[in-house]
């Protein structure tokens, strides 16, 4: 599976963005995946994952009100719907994919593939 991550970009404190991850490869609809951030300074951090149907989408808990993850398998796409965007998740966003896992999957070494990572800077 090869991921590529699209969407960031520079946008005030309030505002909205989404982030896309396609993806390739004709089994992707069994992958759980998920979007990671790296924040300047900080260590990767879980941010959303998603199971391979559909439900039970899972948001670590600074981003769960303002922060949809989503997928579209006829696409081969996965969505991170952002809102009321902060100074503080200015990041790298990165998607990844396993086979393994579930939507509660939030370490990031369960994840076997990893787009390049979209910027996203939020201005205060």
């Known amino acids: 599976v090869q991921l590529q991550a699209s969407g960031g970009g520079l946008v005030q404190a309030g505002g909205s963005l989404r982030l896309s991850c396609a993806a390739s490869?004709?089994?992707?609809?069994?992958?759980?995946l998920a979007w990671f951030r790296q924040r300047p300074g900080k260590d990767r951090e879980f941010v959303a994952s998603?199971?391979?149907?559909?439900?039970?989408?899972y948001h670590t808990d600074s981003v769960k009100d303002r922060f949809t993850i989503s997928r579209d398998n006829a696409k081969n796409t996965v969505y991170l719907q952002m809102y009321s965007l902060k100074s503080e998740d200015t990041a790298v966003y990165y998607c990844?994919?396993?086979?393994?896992?579930?939507?509660?999957?939030?370490?990031?070494?369960?994840?076997?593939?990893w787009g390049q990572g979209t910027q996203v800077t939020v201005s205060s």
């Open positions: 490869g004709r089994t992707f609809s069994r992958y759980t």
């Open positions: 990844a994919a396993t086979q393994y896992g579930s939507s509660r999957s939030i370490e990031a070494t369960l994840y076997e593939y």
């Open positions: 998603i199971s391979w149907y559909g439900n039970n989408p």
